[in-house]
């Protein structure tokens, strides 16, 4: 049986933790040849060599993608190594604070602007003249956020409408060159971002996103890289502009309605990909 991305080349920005670690692996083991992305401090190269070891294709590149010739070097890199591009994930983001707008700090906004909002405008402008020649697509990562709006995470919520408004306005303006543009939206995932020892939010924070969630329990990497890997894929011929939330139904909720759900919904599914990343890429980090 043909793999989902069989004979596809794809970048995945922020490929080295959370959920761009989960996307690298998933898109690798549908048969894509995957160019792990992030910056030089993180385990891309880990991740890269892992894909290899299970039998997968991957290359690593580490650089600030924020700037247009790091970004140019990427798409160039996977062209020169596998011969085209078909996939642009711009999953690269960070989640630098949780405060009240007032006490906001500039230099966190500063922060979001630059790895949030341009890196997904640069890595799109360099890949598309690349996707033009194969029909190719963007996915990029929206938020809850980005749909609604979060207290205390205002300005990171404010990046995530930006790449939703983003994507739509590119679905519409890049169909002419058959290339499609889609976004995912997760809402809480358990990585680091969710995790009071290695993110901005409190004990509080963390116990109320679980009340909030209908099914009662964070979702997991690969739940997000499989909605992905849809819309990556060919069997996602007919969407473009479309934002698919994986959010186990926070978005919509309202008061604790987690503490109600089913067991059957508040258990992990098992998941088929080895993850060692998933809990690195601390907030702490600045770069």
Request: hydrophobic share 35%; charged share 25%; aromatic share 6%.
């Amino acid at each position: 049986m043909k793999k989902r991305l069989e004979g596809k080349v794809a970048i995945v920005t922020g490929g080295g933790s959370g959920i761009g670690e989960a996307i690298c692996k998933k898109f690798a083991n549908e048969g894509a040849k995957v160019v792990v992305t992030g910056f030089p401090e993180d385990p891309v190269k880990n991740v890269a060599n892992e894909i290899q070891e299970a039998g997968g294709t991957a290359i690593a590149f580490a650089g600030d993608i924020s700037t247009e010739e790091n970004a140019r070097r990427c798409v160039e890199t996977a062209v020169t190594e596998y011969g085209k591009l078909d996939i642009l994930i711009n999953n690269a983001g960070v989640f630098p604070e949780v405060n009240l707008l007032q006490d906001y700090s500039e230099e966190a906004f500063d922060y979001m602007i630059k790895n949030n909002v341009k890196t997904a405008f640069v890595m799109s402008k360099a890949a598309l003249p690349e996707l033009h020649k194969t029909k190719g697509n963007i996915v990029s990562a929206g938020s809850e956020a980005g749909v609604i709006g979060i207290a205390q995470n205002t300005p990171y919520g404010g990046t995530k409408g930006f790449i939703h408004s983003f994507m739509r306005g590119l679905a519409v303006e890049q169909a002419q060159f058959g290339v499609r543009c889609n976004i995912v939206g997760p809402g809480p995932i358990d990585t680091a971002w969710t995790h009071e020892s290695t993110g901005p939010m409190d004990s509080k924070m963390v116990k109320s996103i679980k009340q909030a969630t209908p099914m009662g329990r964070r979702g997991t990497p690969e739940e997000v890289a499989n909605v992905y890997l849809f819309l990556a894929s060919d069997e996602a011929s007919y969407v473009t502009g479309a934002t698919y939330m994986v959010d186990g139904g926070i978005t919509l909720a309202k008061g604790p309605v987690g503490e109600e759900a089913d067991s059957s919904m508040k258990k992990e599914p098992e998941g088929e990909l080895e993850l060692e990343h998933s809990k690195d890429g601390h907030t702490s980090i600045r770069k």
